[in-house]
């Protein structure tokens, strides 16, 4: 069994920072791309950002210059630093992941329960 548990969201007012972070555990032999979403009420779940295990990152349009995505491959942990938060950023952020539990099966997709993130103006 695998769970992923993010961790660090809050209230923050706009230009704040926050960390996040999401652990994964469990029977765990890799993890592949590791990323964060988020889902604003009444919005569509969209990506924010991923780090693939060679540590190619990709970022929305949003979070580019802002946010940034890192990973402790030791910890089975990928990270997001929030600086210079607007209200727009306010949501559910939720981590994933691809984590293989075996030497011979193939990665499967794991989310997070996701935290808050709320930025008051």
């Known amino acids: 069994q695998v769970q992923l548990v993010e961790s660090g969201g809050g209230l923050v007012q706009a230009g704040g920072s926050l960390r996040l972070s999401c652990a994964a555990s469990?029977?765990?032999?890799?993890?592949?791309?590791m990323g964060w979403y988020r889902q604003a009420p009444g919005k569509q779940r969209e990506l924010v950002t991923t780090?693939?295990?060679?540590?190619?990152?990709n970022y929305a349009d949003s979070a580019k210059g802002r946010f940034t995505i890192s990973r402790d491959d030791a910890k089975n942990t990928v990270y997001l630093r929030m600086n210079s938060l607007e209200p727009e950023d306010t949501a559910a952020y939720y981590c994933?992941?691809?984590?293989?539990?075996?030497?011979?099966?193939?990665?499967?997709?794991?989310w997070g329960q996701g935290t808050q993130v709320t930025v008051s103006s």
């Open positions: 469990g029977s765990i032999v890799s993890i592949t791309t």
């Open positions: 780090i693939t295990s060679g540590g190619r990152t």
């Open positions: 994933n992941a691809f984590i293989a539990t075996s030497a011979t099966s193939a990665t499967r997709l794991y």
